[in-house]
């Protein structure tokens, strides 16, 4: 599925995006594309659900499901 978007470039972000299309010989298109990647990347941008605090706390990993964690339990 491709989508199109427009943007209002101000005169310093045309140069620059003018100056990234001729170094790499890429299209505007493929700058953005890129440029959105790698922010996505250094913002760590999810695609999936995610679990606060997962991976946060210590203690045993089997408390669900050992039993020796239940005797006592309720009395």
Known sequence: MKTSIQARLDPETQ??????TKRLGWSSSQVVRE???????DYKVSTGTRIIGLGQFEGPT????????MKGFGR
């Open 62 to 69: 089997d408390l669900a499901t050992n039993e020796k964690y």
């Open 15 to 20: 140069v620059i995006l003018e100056r990234l």
């Open 35 to 41: 440029g959105l990647r790698l922010l996505a990347k």
